[in-house]
T-cell receptor, first 111, second 111 residues
């Protein structure tokens, strides 16, 4: 069984569109994250959510919003997509602040 | 805010060689993570450590809290070890997930 899954794996869309990336973890973890990896492969946290508290990295535009329908899911919604949003987005989970388990990534291309 | 430096940025070695990747940070931490990202893009957590040394197969991670330094060693390296290795440190100033990431070390093991 896949521990952390993301869909879709690839997403190509035009500027101005709204899109969502889904993430699910079956590890029973209490904390989930979204990371962005830029073209230089540098990882950067976007959000963390532990069922009680959403922590947002201050550099993330408010066009990005995480939505958690339940403890096992943390979906990423992006409004009004821009060229600069093109990147690989990784979902991850952990129990508290322990080891992160990463999803396979979603490569977003905005044209 | 913590500064995380990895060295070297790029490393090419022959199969069988002993590999060392270094990570240094500027401020005291709660824990240090080593991640591996394969050419296919997936990210795997290798180690999380806060003191001493951990070993898993041919991989060894050490940390010296006083010197604010960690090393990742690979013994009897193999072409399948070719990947980007990322150091990340956990501290209170590390953003939404408490992690500050290094820029990664790109390792190529030639047969």
């Amino acid at each position: 069984d896949t521990a952390v899954s993301q869909t879709p794996k690839y997403l190509v869309t035009q500027m101005g569109n709204d899109k969502s990336i889904k993430c699910e973890q079956n590890l029973g973890h209490d904390t989930m994250y979204w990371y962005k990896q830029d073209s230089k492969k540098f990882l950067k946290i976007m959000f963390s959510y532990n069922n009680k508290e959403l922590i947002i990295n201050e550099t993330v535009p408010n066009r990005f919003s995480p939505k958690s329908p339940d403890k096992a899911h943390l979906n990423l919604h992006i409004n009004s997509l821009e060229l600069g949003d093109s990147a690989v987005y990784f979902c991850a989970s952990s129990q508290g602040s322990t080891r992160r388990y990463f999803g396979p990534g979603t490569r977003l291309t905005v044209t | 805010k913590n500064e995380v430096e990895q060295s070297p940025q790029n490393l090419t070695a022959q199969e069988g060689e002993f590999i060392t990747i270094n990570c240094s940070y500027s401020v005291g931490i709660s824990a240090l993570h080593w991640l591996q990202q394969h050419p296919g893009g997936g990210i795997v957590s290798l180690f999380m450590l806060s003191s001493g040394k951990k070993k898993h197969g041919r991989l060894i991670a050490t940390i010296n809290i006083q010197e604010k330094h960690s090393s990742l060693h690979i013994t009897a390296s193999h072409p399948r070890d070719s990947a980007v290795y990322i150091c990340a440190v956990g501290d209170s100033g590390g953003g939404a997930d408490g992690l500050t990431f290094g820029k990664g070390t790109h390792l190529i093991i030639q047969p």
